[in-house]
């Protein structure tokens, strides 16, 4: 399924997305818009908004503003030189989750490398906000690699979220080439840094596929990410945004994706979701309620 010249592979069927302009759909679309917020879900342009804001009327915010300091050749969010940060912004995502009435929220963030402790602080903030104003909802976080700054990761890991996420993306060997300024162990180092700081933390991970990799190398990064005690693991298949972001090699088919579920949980990932349209924050909720669920039998046993 891969193609030797530039010619883009046609999208198997299995990647036909239904679309949903329901009225659900556009309250989401107007509440975000009117408290000048934005969602990774638009600017990653992802295959699933319409499931997510028309069905379960749900939405990954993106926080620190829609500009990004790195140039991930993945990666749809715009390039350049960030605003400031917004100290107003914190309120404004937890208002939004109280209105929407939310059980489970994510909040992620452009990469900040301009700022000192990386948009910690505001992201930190954001997760506290959510807790007092909307205290039944759980607060996922998808934070950068915060250039691997401990005291960075310590001022998020110290507003306890429910799940404390980042992401590796791809395998070692196609980091350098597909991640701007980014680092697979910088990425490992994040995550073992909050579990050796909260122990109890619940730590996620996700790769894309599609872009080169082979199943040896998927199968070593979730042996590298169940060393450091990664709880969570999502694989999903990498779609390219534009013809000017990295092309996909192969198109990984349903059956693939069910196998290397298995490989996760025989690894002893607590849970794992895998499939073509899988992104990071996909079925967020529900993948927080089954993990609970996963742990109380694992302590019961």
Request: charged share 25%.
């Amino acid at each position: 399924m891969t193609t030797a010249d530039n010619t883009p592979l046609r999208k198997p069927d299995w990647l036909r997305v239904r679309l949903s302009h329901t009225e659900s759909f556009g309250e989401v679309k107007k509440l975000i818009e009117g408290q000048n917020l934005h969602t990774v879900c638009e600017e990653a342009m992802c295959p699933n908004i319409h499931e997510c804001w028309g069905k379960h009327k749900t939405a990954t915010f993106m926080i620190l503003g829609e500009v990004c300091t790195r140039c991930c050749r993945f990666c749809a969010v715009q390039t350049g030189r960030p605003a400031p940060p917004d100290p107003d912004e914190p309120q404004r995502v937890a208002d939004s989750v109280a209105t929407m009435k939310l059980a489970h929220v994510v909040i992620t963030m452009v990469t900040r490398d301009d700022l000192p402790d990386g948009g910690a602080r505001i992201l930190a903030d954001t997760v506290d906000a959510i807790h007092a104003t909307a205290p039944d909802c759980s607060v996922e976080v998808l934070s950068s690699d915060l250039m691997g700054k401990r005291d960075s990761i310590a001022i998020v890991t110290a507003s306890a979220p429910a799940i404390n996420s980042h992401n590796i993306e791809t395998v070692r060997r196609l980091t350098q080439q597909i991640r701007s300024r980014s680092d697979y162990d910088r990425s490992l180092s994040y995550l073992e840094i909050v579990k050796q700081l909260d122990p109890a933390a619940v730590t996620k991970s996700s790769l894309m596929l599609g872009l080169g990799e082979t199943r040896d190398e998927i199968l070593t990064s979730l042996d590298d990410l169940r060393r450091i005690d990664v709880d969570v693991v999502n694989l999903g298949q990498y779609l390219q945004p534009t013809r000017a972001h990295a092309p996909v090699v192969t198109y990984w088919t349903p059956e693939a994706f069910d196998d290397l579920k298995q490989e996760a949980l025989a690894r002893g990932f607590a849970y794992c979701e895998s499939g073509p349209l899988v992104r990071s924050s996909y079925h967020a909720g529900a993948q927080y309620t089954a993990f609970l669920e996963s742990a109380r039998r694992r302590r019961e046993s």
